[in-house]
């Protein structure tokens, strides 16, 4: 189907500008169908690209662009017309067939760089095809998100709701560190693959490819938080840089990391404890413990209390941008 539509278009990219000017003569009538036929080519292709890599309001506004240029070129052509400059421009025919090329593409580059400032296509673009007005929520995922992997039983418990978005720019990103020659980073890459493969299988997940790309961003994470303001997105990442960086754009960040720490029990100073202490502190008779959240717990005088498990007294409790630490005693050194 596709292989005869792209034969069509340069059946009539070719026949069209031959008849516009047979009735001027012959030769330009062959003139214009050639250089219809050699155009229809890099049209073609652009048209195809256009299609495969833009969103809807992006097609919208780039039809628009070429119907207004080519109601532009008409009326330059009949102006021309007018003129009656054949006899001293004996190519003007040829002229005013690439007049319509090239008038076409140069309005309709126009319209879709600068779309987005256009509110005529506010008003056309539905509001659950690829521009959010609230009515359907979407998450886009970062490429260290899909790599932590915890994003995957956040989305079994139900609380993360409404639709998540992967980036093409971010499967590329995810595919190139799948592809390093670090076993570390290939290793991660592979893991977040797996990942969106689960994801993608659950039924009770629903996930969207976007195809839209912004060609003249370079750097990922600025493309994410265009890609947010663009759809009315939410961004999901555990990447502090780029959570700083969207909330400066404007844009709502949900923080794994964030989500994690919030979830964690609240510990008070007096507390009582039972650890497994499982290493040496950095300072002298320390010793360090986890619960099973991974928090980590530093027990004064416990160094001799290595590989045991010992009830211990909660003194005082940082909260860092890292985590969380807890500084304990041991119960029988504080009750003495």
Excluded: W
């Amino acid at each position: 189907m596709i292989l005869f539509l792209r034969i069509l278009f340069i059946i009539i990219s070719t026949l069209v500008p031959s008849l516009f000017f047979i009735s001027s003569s012959l030769n330009h009538s062959l003139i214009a169908g050639g250089v219809g036929l050699f155009l229809s080519i890099p049209v073609l292709i652009f048209i195809e690209y256009i299609s495969h890599t833009c969103n809807t309001r992006t097609l919208i506004s780039a039809i628009t662009g070429l119907l207004t240029g080519f109601l532009t070129a008409m009326i330059i052509v009949f102006g021309i017309s007018m003129l009656q400059l054949e006899t001293i421009f004996p190519h003007i025919t040829l002229m005013k067939a690439l007049l319509y090329h090239f008038t076409g593409f140069f309005i309709m580059m126009i319209i879709v760089i600068n779309n987005e400032d256009i509110p005529f296509f506010d008003k056309i673009i539905p509001a659950d095809t690829d521009k959010n007005d609230g009515l359907v929520s979407y998450k886009i995922l970062d490429t260290s998100v899909i790599i932590d992997g915890r994003i995957s039983d956040i989305c079994d418990t139900g609380f993360l709701e409404g639709i998540l978005v992967i980036p093409n720019f971010v499967l590329n990103e995810l595919q190139m560190i799948a592809d390093s020659a670090d076993s570390i980073k290939r290793n991660r890459g592979r893991r977040g693959l797996d990942i969106l493969n689960k994801m993608q299988k659950d039924h009770s997940i629903k996930v969207k490819i976007s195809d839209m790309d912004f060609h003249d961003i370079h750097e990922v994470d600025a493309k994410l938080v265009k890609l947010a303001k663009v759809m009315k997105a939410k961004v999901v990442t555990n990447d502090f840089n780029l959570n700083k960086v969207a909330e400066f754009h404007g844009v709502s960040v949900l923080n794994i990391n964030q989500l994690s720490n919030s979830l964690k029990p609240i510990v008070l100073p007096g507390e009582q404890m039972h650890v497994a202490l499982i290493k040496e502190g950095k300072d002298q008779n320390q010793a360090i413990g986890y619960l099973d959240d991974g928090t980590m717990i530093v027990v004064e005088n416990g160094r001799k209390h290595m590989n045991e498990e010992i009830d211990v007294l909660v003194t005082s409790v940082l909260q860092t941008t890292a985590g969380r630490m807890i500084f304990a005693r041991i119960k029988d050194d504080s009750e003495q």
